[in-house]
Every structure is written in C-alpha cells, then in structure tokens.
C-alpha cells in the first residue's frame, strides 16, 4: 500500500520538519514556501535564533540534520539563571544537576532552515516548490482529498494538507477557523550584543518592570537579546543611542557580563497570544504558529510547534498503518486532542507568567519572590520545572524521545 499525498504550506522551521517527517515515512510530500530562500550565511549572528530543547534536537536528529546543524555553528546552553529584578528571588538550573550534558542548544532559525531545506532536496519523496501563493483550499470528503489552489501555478490534490504558514497563515483563513487573540501590550526588542565578560554558557532571564528580558549564549563572548517591554514608550527606547541602550541594559546584570556593545541592529515585533478553536477540519491540519503564538519569555515556541509537527507525523503514520486514510476525521480530532490541550496549558501558564511577574503589587511581589525561593531550594518541583524547560516532561511524540542505542 503506497503512502499518501502530503502538502505542507510553509517553508519556515515548523514546515519543513513536517515535510522532513512525512518523507521519512514514505509519504509524498509538496513543500509550498510562499519566498525564496536566502542562502544560510557563516557571518556573524544577526538573525532571529531558538533555544531548541532537547525534544526538539532529538526531532531534528531523527530527521537526519542535528549533525549538520552542530557542525556548522550551535551554542550549547549548561545553565539558566532567572531573577526577579525587584526581590532577592533567584533560581538556577543546572544540567548537572538534571544529569544531562546541556540543557539546550542557542540556534539560529536559518541555519535550521538551510539544513533541513538541504535534506529535503535529497529525498526523492519531497517536491519543494518556492515563491507560490495559496488562493484557495477545498476540500472534496467525497473524493477523499483536498485541492490547493496556487496563484499563477496548476492546483495541488492531496490526501492532507499541513498548515504549518505562521501567525497570519492564510489557509487557516481560508478554512474558515477561527482563533482567540490576546494583544500583549507588549514588543519584542532582539539584537545581537557583544559581552567584555565570557557569558559562561549560560541563559540568563530577569523579570523587570517593563517585561522579561532574556541574554542568550551565543559563540564566543556574544549574546542574543530578546527583551519583552511595555510597548509604551518602547520607540523612545529604541531611539536612545547605542551607548545609552547598553547602560541601561547593564544595569540589569551587575556585571555579569562585563560591558555590553551593539553587534548589528535592533530589531522589534509585536507580542500576541492567538490559539486555533480547531486545530484540524476537513483534510486540513495546523501545526505551529498556525494553531498557537505563545509570549517568548520562556522560549517554547518553536520547541512547541516541532511537537506538532512530531505528533501530527505520528498519529497519521499510525493510521495509514492499519490501512485508515490519512485525512480522516478520527485521525486528524486524535491528534488535535493530543496537541491542543497540551498546547492551550502552556499558552495558561505563560499568561500566569506574565501576569505574576507584570505587576509591583506589593502583595504580589511578595509571593513570587517566595515562589522563587520555593522552586530553588525543593528539588522535586525543581527537577519538574527543568523538565517543563527541557521539553522531556509530557506526552511526547516518539521523534521527540532520544534514539534507542543499537
């Protein structure tokens, strides 16, 4: 029995593990990306990065491309660092600690790409196509498949069709499913910084007043900056001189890392909540920001869409297995079950999160400094958090398990 018609829509990360996935497994798989990629440059950093957990690089080598990301360019990540910028609250995860060799790994999303979009090309099961513009999507149950209309370009058929296109993804708009949105108030201000002390391969995150700021390891002595701030006042900020921009940045770290310099430019976007009311419909399914946007201060985001991606594979593998077509409603709701709830806990605990650490209430203050101390010094509850970080603790898809030994 030959394996079905796959289309995924999206060249970011998330689709082309997809894409990576289903080939693996026998699929036929049309990769739509609506750009053209840009060749991965070994320059400096100056691009969006990851905190890929070890779920996610366990993903990344059962597709066959952790090697190839390591050997290029990856930070590994021994210890995060978390405080509370008002109270004395501070808690340290150490691998150690947790008998691991690294916590995670600090890469930059377009070296993932590069890497996957190199192995696709090398399987015979992946059509990849660039610069293409979905226009319609419709779905025939009757016929047991789903055409995808292309602009300019012969329409698709396929058994199941992965929405794996982003935040604004067009196909979830043209399935006609809705999503609930929650407008942070807050931007994203990333930059690359350059550190006169080494940052000892560690992920530091303080909470301030304005929003979560985050310093993570890259090579050498730099660091990547994702600070989350009130988006009040936020191009005032962004205006100050460079100078001005890293004192203030200092302040923060009392010297931990040394003074801190502008290794390229500074970059903003805006912080949104959004989650899918369905994750699937008639032959169609959602995969990362597709179905979910999540706020970057614990950097799940992409770790929680390769699960999608990794849960999805899995579920329809398991079903064309025992002969069951790969866009049936039992399979597609069995894995919106699985995902959606795992999925909208977290989007909760990250808007506990930022609402905890959001406020100077003093009363509030008070407990989440005792929170702190609580979860630093009980190593039970330590031990579940850095699981939680790590992405080992769930119900997780087997791609994201390591490999058994031979």
């Known amino acids: 029995m030959n394996a079905g018609e796959i289309t995924v829509v999206g060249g970011g990360m998330i689709g082309l593990a997809t894409a990576g996935l289903f080939a693996r497994e026998g699929f036929q798989v049309a990769l739509l990306d609506s750009g053209n990629a840009e060749p991965w440059s070994r320059g400096p950093v100056e691009g969006r990065v990851s905190a890929i957990n070890p779920a996610s690089r366990n993903l990344l080598a059962h597709i066959g491309v952790w090697d190839n990301i390591k050997r290029e360019r990856v930070s590994p990540y021994t210890r995060m660092s978390v405080w509370d910028s008002n109270s004395a609250a501070h808690i340290t995860f150490d691998a150690a600690e947790e008998g691991v060799s690294t916590l995670g790994h600090i890469v930059e999303n377009d070296l993932i790409c590069h890497c996957l979009r190199e192995r696709l090309a090398q399987n015979y099961n992946v059509t990849l196509m660039s610069d293409?513009?979905?226009?319609?999507?419709?779905?025939?149950?009757?016929?047991?498949?789903?055409?995808?209309?292309?602009?300019?370009?012969?329409?698709?058929?396929?058994?199941?069709?992965?929405?794996?296109?982003?935040?604004?993804?067009?196909?979830?708009?043209?399935?006609?499913?809705?999503?609930?949105?929650?407008d942070f108030q807050q931007d994203a201000i990333t930059a690359t910084i350059l550190c006169s002390k080494h940052h000892q391969n560690t992920a530091w995150q303080v909470f301030t007043p304005s929003g979560p700021l985050a310093?993570?390891?890259?090579?050498?002595?730099?660091?990547?900056?994702?600070?989350?701030?009130?988006?009040?006042?936020?191009?005032?900020?962004?205006?100050?001189?460079?100078?001005?921009?890293?004192?203030?940045?200092?302040?923060?770290?009392?010297?931990?890392?040394?003074?801190?310099?502008?290794?390229?430019?500074?970059?903003?976007?805006?912080?949104?909540?959004?989650?899918?009311?369905?994750?699937?419909?008639?032959?169609?399914?959602?995969?990362?920001?597709?179905?979910?946007?999540?706020?970057?201060?614990?950097?799940?985001?992409?770790?929680?869409?390769?699960?999608?991606?990794?849960?999805?594979?899995e579920t329809v593998t398991a079903a064309h297995q025992r002969g069951k077509p790969a866009s049936g409603q039992v399979v597609l709701r069995r894995y919106e079950r699985w995902r959606r709830g795992e999925n909208s806990?977290?989007?909760?605990?990250?808007?506990?999160?930022?609402?905890?650490?959001?406020?100077?209430?003093?009363?509030?203050?008070?407990?989440?400094?005792?929170?702190?101390?609580?979860?630093?010094?009980?190593?039970?509850?330590?031990?579940?958090?850095?699981?939680?970080?790590?992405?080992?603790?769930?119900?997780?898809?087997?791609?994201?398990?390591?490999?058994?030994?031979?």
């Open 215 to 313: 310093m993570l390891p890259l090579s050498d002595s730099r660091c990547s900056l994702v600070w989350s701030r009130d988006r009040t006042g936020v191009n005032e900020f962004l205006s100050m001189d460079e100078a001005a921009f890293c004192r203030h940045l200092e302040s923060h770290f009392a010297g931990q890392l040394g003074n801190l310099q502008l290794a390229g430019s500074r970059m903003r976007f805006p912080l949104y909540s959004r989650h899918a009311r369905r994750y699937v419909t008639d032959h169609l399914a959602l995969v990362g920001d597709a179905a979910h946007t999540i706020h970057p201060l614990a950097g799940l985001g992409a770790n929680l869409g390769m699960q999608d991606a990794a849960a999805l594979v």
């Open 132 to 182: 293409t513009r979905v226009t319609g999507f419709n779905p025939d149950p009757g016929a047991g498949q789903a055409v995808v209309e292309i602009e300019g370009r012969n329409p698709l058929q396929s058994d199941l069709v992965v929405a794996a296109d982003g935040a604004h993804s067009s196909l979830r708009t043209l399935a006609g499913i809705e999503i609930s949105e929650q």
């Open 345 to 406: 806990a977290t989007l909760r605990a990250m808007q506990g999160f930022k609402n905890v650490f959001g406020t100077e209430v003093n009363a509030i203050r008070q407990i989440r400094a005792a929170a702190f101390r609580a979860a630093d010094q009980v190593a039970p509850l330590k031990h579940v958090l850095a699981q939680l970080a790590m992405g080992t603790r769930g119900d997780l898809p087997t791609a994201c398990l390591p490999a058994m030994e031979d």
